[in-house]
T-cell receptor, first 114, second 117 residues
């Protein structure tokens, strides 16, 4: 799986959009970009994933650059409850055997400020 | 549809005792993963199991740790002769059969926090 690079921390004002970047310059053609978050002391929560097209769901939007070397997770109207560590993970979507597990990096600590 | 259930949520053991952590995957999920999160650190993969089979245990410590996922019942992570360094949060995740890949790849439980005193 390709390595990802994320800033260690970011702040965002409540009600504003939070834009979390992720670099994955070594991503290969069959690797997807996944985002999870971990609110303090809880289990990781799936947010969104995508291959090359931009994706949107009820939680967030995922913007992937045309060359797929980087992506941005967008929380359109951040709330205090969005304060969490956000993990960007690159992985083959239909792996077999030992490649099925997710590899978590250090993530970005997003703090939403009142 | 209940989520991934882990119990106990908190477990205190004295050094040298055994710890048993249980994980019931989501209904219909036959893949289970265990992760460990040491204090102030990220999640580290430990083991991946399917029913009655260990698929990948590359993240498991070589000694004292074992995992199983029997045909019936929850998956068990067992730590024998616990030491203070085993104190951590242990998370379980489950995912469906390989054909159901739309949406979340893995759903996580709320974890078991093991404290060794």
């Amino acid at each position: 799986d390709a390595k990802t690079t994320q800033p260690p921390s970011m702040d965002c004002a409540e009600g504003r959009a939070a834009n979390l970047p992720c670099n994955h310059s070594t991503i290969s053609g069959n690797e997807y970009v996944y985002w999870y978050r971990q609110i303090h002391s809880q289990g990781p929560q799936y947010i969104i994933h995508g291959l090359k097209n931009n994706e949107t769901n009820e939680m967030a939007s995922l913007i992937i650059t045309e060359d797929r070397k980087s992506s941005t997770l967008i929380l359109p109207h951040a709330t205090l409850r969005d304060t969490a560590v956000y993990y960007c993970i690159v992985r083959v979507s239909r792996p077999s055997g030992s490649a099925r597990q997710l590899t978590f990096g250090s993530g970005t600590q997003l703090t939403v400020l009142p | 549809n209940a989520g991934v259930m882990q119990n106990p949520r908190h477990l205190v053991r004295r050094r040298g005792q055994e710890a048993r952590l249980r994980c019931s995957p989501m209904k219909g999920h036959s893949h289970v993963y265990w992760y460990r999160q040491l204090p102030e650190e990220g999640l580290k993969f430990m083991v991946y199991l399917q029913k009655e089979n260990i698929i990948d245990e590359s993240g498991m410590p070589k000694e004292r740790f074992s995992a199983e996922f029997p045909k019936e019942g929850p998956s068990i992570l067992r730590i024998q002769q616990v030491v203070r360094g085993d104190s951590a949060a242990y998370f379980c995740a489950s995912s469906p059969l390989a054909g159901h890949l739309r949406g979340a790849e893995a759903f996580f439980g709320q974890g078991t926090r093991l404290t060794v005193v």
